[in-house]
């Protein structure tokens, strides 16, 4: 229970629904926060960008109370300093990282998972956009009802085997529903605000967080902005401060629209051009995870390599390891090293893995 309208109406739902119900509020967050006294649940008042601040522990434990649920809250901050150091980490290698898939890999359906069976709790449960289905080769994760904000994207790295003991109670719900049932159950937060971006980027400055984190600002070093021919044509003040498919700020202009289309962190260079030269065909991928028996031969599926994409229509193969390729069946932009592709059969989720490389012909 992070204190949001999701995953309190999905408690409430566990217990119209007869389930034996405990909330578990996740502590991420600095000592420093941990310091302040919690103000009265206000959903008038602005709330922390990201999710499981100290004013979220008050309004789940506010939540809680009214459900007359038990709410434990779990010390995770060591864990999760984990996620922090794959992010900046993943920035200084050049990629674009997702943390929030990491979250739900290593604590929600991790750690949390753990603390879950050492309290003999059957199951999981979470206010994710996606579903859970049964098929005839046994528990399947699909697609939220609500397509404008689902989530199994971001599940794809949840176990096979933890399928079964993983509820989502809110999947089959769009979200204007989930706040009218809030409302209606008179939960008080039935029209917070939704948790924006990265949790502990609150401003939004990627780069400025790495330089914190890590304390490596001579990381940060000047180097060349390249061309598709490989001029230079600018200067850059280190290559972490960019991202793939990036137009603005980029500090060059060339009369056209020029977009980020590759960093290079041994040499420290940003290459860009235009929005032709985003274009990719595939791409390669590797710490898979399936839920399904890893196809060998190309098959075809749908594919989103971002979390706010729709699937595009491609094939996909398993390689040696744990790796897989995949073919569009169409050119698309942006495809962006660091990022997760999922790979789906109709509406439920085959498998994915974390993105390498894209290829273009």
């Keep these: 229970m992070s204190g949001g309208v999701d995953s309190s109406v999905a408690a409430a739902l566990l217990l119209r629904e007869g389930y034996d119900v405990l909330g ?4 991420l967050g600095s000592a420093e926060e941990e310091a302040h ?7 008038s008042r602005p709330h922390h960008q990201g999710c499981c601040s100290v004013n979220d522990a008050h309004d789940a434990r506010h939540v809680a109370s009214m459900l007359g649920i038990p709410l434990y809250v779990l010390n995770f901050r060591r864990e999760f300093g984990r996620v922090m150091d794959y992010f900046a980490s993943e920035y200084h290698a050049g990629r674009t990282p997702n943390p929030c898939v990491r979250c739900n890999d290593w604590l929600k ?16 449960a979470t206010g994710h956009y996606a579903r859970i289905v049964g098929t005839g080769h046994g528990a399947r994760l699909a697609r939220g009802v609500d397509t404008n904000k689902d989530q199994s994207y971001v599940l794809f790295g949840v176990k096979r085997g933890e399928l079964t003991h993983m509820v989502l109670p809110i999947g089959g719900y769009d979200k204007p529903t989930i706040r009218s049932i809030a409302k209606e159950v008179g939960l ?39 061309d598709t021919s490989g001029h230079a044509i600018g200067r850059h003040g280190g290559h972490q401060n960019f991202t793939i498919g990036q137009r603005r700020g980029v500090g060059v202009a060339l009369g056209y629209p020029i977009y980020v289309i590759d960093r290079d962190p041994v ?53 040696e390891g ?40």
């Design 188 to 226: 008080p937060v039935f029209d917070k605000p939704d948790s924006q971006e990265v949790c502990f980027v609150p401003d939004n400055d990627y780069a400025a967080f790495v330089r914190r984190h890590t304390g490596e600002s001579r990381a940060f070093r000047e180097g060349d902005i390249l």
């Design 109 to 124: 359906f991790g750690k949390l998972a753990e603390y879950a069976r050492s309290m003999d709790a059957d199951y999981v």
């Design 267 to 319: 040499n420290n260079t940003v290459t860009v051009g235009g929005r032709e030269d985003l274009m990719s065909t595939g791409l390669e991928a590797d710490q898979c995870n399936w839920h399904i028996e890893p196809p060998t031969q190309w098959t075809a599926c749908g594919v989103k390599v971002r979390y706010n994409s729709r699937p595009t229509p491609a094939k996909v193969r398993c390689v």
């Design 37 to 43: 006294e919690p103000v009265a649940c206000d959903t």
């Design 24 to 27: 578990c509020f996740m502590r």
């Design 322 to 361: 744990d790796r897989m390729e995949v073919r569009f069946d169409e050119p698309i932009s942006a495809v962006t090293p660091g990022q997760a592709v999922v790979c789906y059969e109709g509406e439920t989720v085959m498998g994915g893995g974390w993105i390498n490389r894209a290829t273009r012909d």
